[in-house]
């Protein structure tokens, strides 16, 4: 069975950090691009980043470069991003997913995957 869970979301105050999880089951992750999405209260879903398998390259949006950064651990068959610097705008529920055709800027410029995860939610308030 495929599924991809999250974890390691939880409200963390302005300026704190937090690390998600994104676990594979049921296929390998490595030959898959990962996103990570997020969506917050009347708002649409947008891709926060994306790594493609292959070459490893990446894709961040713009209001959270130099404060995220995603990344494999093939052992694991997980995916990570780490959010350092959080902020209030970072209120949102985030999702991983994959697709084993699309690139990562594709991806998460699309918005669209094959497989979706169920969520977890980070708040930043404090």
């Known amino acids: 069975q495929v599924q991809l869970v999250e974890s390691g979301g939880g409200l963390v105050p302005p300026g704190g950090s937090l690390r998600l999880s994104c676990a594979a089951s049921g296929f390998t992750l490595d030959y898959y691009a990962v996103g990570w999405f997020r969506q917050a209260p009347g708002k649409e879903r947008e891709g926060v980043s994306c790594i493609s398998s292959g070459d490893g390259s990446t894709y961040y949006a713009d209001s959270v470069k130099g404060r995220f950064t995603i990344s494999r651990d093939s052992a694991k068959n997980t995916v990570y991003l780490q959010m350092n610097s959080l902020k209030p705008e970072d209120t949102a529920v985030y999702y991983c997913?994959?697709?084993?055709?699309?690139?990562?800027?594709?991806?998460?410029?699309?918005?669209?995957?094959?497989?979706w995860g169920q969520g977890t939610q980070v708040t930043v308030s404090s």
């Open positions: 997913a994959a697709d084993s055709i699309m690139s990562d800027q594709a991806m998460c410029v699309s918005s669209r995957a094959r497989y």
